[in-house]
């Protein structure tokens, strides 16, 4: 499981041209089954991402793909974990 930790790194006059195609960008792969769950920091400072990968360098070619990044204007952390368990129904998260 990896989290990918977001903040925006540019003003919101230049973030909110790209904010469509990130959206479009978090539902492609959400419906491919890479992103299990996702949630807006509160501020509106960014977000954070809970996908399933084969690896980090998976997780980091999709991101590149994303236009926030592609434009500048937003960063990832990308962090790796080994889930030692989950509640019940969220099974998609020991995939």
């Known amino acids: ?5 977001g ?18 960008w978090v539902g492609e792969h959400a419906a491919a089954g ?20 084969s690896s980090r360098e998976e997780v980091e070619a999709w991101t590149r793909e994303d236009p926030f990044i592609a434009n500048g204007v937003f960063a990832y952390d990308i ?5 030692a368990f989950a509640a019940d129904g969220l099974d998609a998260l020991q995939a």
């Open 1 to 5: 499981m990896f989290l990918l930790l």
């Open 7 to 24: 903040r925006y790194t540019a003003p919101a006059d230049q973030v909110d041209p790209h904010r469509d195609g990130h959206v479009a």
């Open 34 to 53: 890479h992103f299990i769950a996702g949630a807006l920091e509160e501020g509106g400072l960014g977000g954070v991402i809970i996908a399933r990968a």
């Open 79 to 83: 962090r790796g974990y080994e889930v």
